[in-house]
């Protein structure tokens, strides 16, 4: 396997429409199912975005593709030709595998591939970024990876929605349930059931109800594109539509959905892409 992918196994459907699809001139597009849509959706994921990797074309690919088309200077069509792809396949492979050696730090790596430190810790969900061992794998994301995690709205000043412990960090992880690596698009912050949940930012409430694994959850949405999403709660206090206030109790920590124990799972988006919370956080 490349040294440039960043996963180590990479299912075989996913090298064919990598490999095949531009040669083949095949278009995806909204309402198509299969192994290549599913193939699309794990890509879309390892860049970074957070979505269901079900192998159904639906409006939220769609909406996702268009917004990298966007970004990389494509006609935003939704359709997953050949330049969309060759594109998809550059930010992939702008990801580079790295096994640390002897000596290594953060500051080295940030510095010989063009990037930062905050970007290979937050990619990797580095419980410890000053503490690297011989031998860890690193995934690290270029230049090339980070227009997609840049936004030109200025940063909202944020407030910590619940006070507590952060039991799972930002990135890749293996998941506490089903024990599976994955990427973790938000931060765990443990705190007993029934605390309050505050606004991290004033807002309006554009989602509230079961959100599958992700529980009973809140959405807020902000100005510039920018959501912050409140997950497993055990009660919502606000209704759709409602403006709330920074500060502002609209939930309490619960264990719904997929839990192991009582949390909250708080999540920042730009558009449909997750970005670090403690980049953003005081």
Request: aromatic content about 6%; proline content about 4%; overall charge positive.
């Amino acid at each position: 396997m490349r040294s440039i992918l960043k996963r180590t196994l990479v299912p075989c459907f996913l090298l064919a429409l990598i490999v095949v699809l531009p040669g083949e001139a095949r278009v995806l597009r909204r309402g198509m199912q299969g192994n290549e849509v599913y193939a699309l959706q794990e890509l879309l994921m390892e860049l970074g975005y957070d979505l269901v990797v079900d192998g159904v074309f639906g409006s939220e690919t769609e909406k996702l593709i268009k917004d990298i088309q966007r970004a990389v200077g494509l006609t935003p069509d939704g359709l997953v030709g050949e330049k969309t792809i060759e594109k998809l396949n550059h930010l992939r492979a702008s990801i580079v595998s790295y096994t640390v050696q002897q000596g290594d730090n953060l500051t080295k790596l940030a510095n010989r591939y063009d990037t930062t430190v905050t970007n290979i810790s937050s990619y990797n969900g580095l419980q410890n970024p000053d503490r690297l061992l011989p031998g860890q794998v690193l995934y690290i994301p270029t230049d090339s990876i980070a227009i997609l995690s840049r936004s030109l709205t200025t940063r909202l000043r944020m407030q910590w929605p619940v006070k507590g412990r952060i039991s799972s960090g930002y990135g890749y992880r293996i998941h506490p349930v089903l024990k599976a690596r994955h990427f973790h698009g938000g931060i765990d912050i443990a705190a007993p059931e029934g605390t309050q949940v505050k606004a991290a930012a004033s807002g309006t409430v554009v989602g509230v109800g079961n959100r599958g694994n992700y529980g009973l959850a809140v959405v807020l949405e902000h100005t510039g594109g920018v959501t912050t999403w409140y997950g497993h709660t055990s009660k919502v206090l606000v209704r759709l539509g409602d403006s709330v206030k920074q500060g502002q109790t609209i939930a309490l920590v619960g264990r719904t959905g997929l839990a192991t124990g009582p949390h909250l799972d708080f999540r920042i988006k730009i558009g449909d892409q997750t970005v670090d919370p403690l980049e953003w956080l005081p």
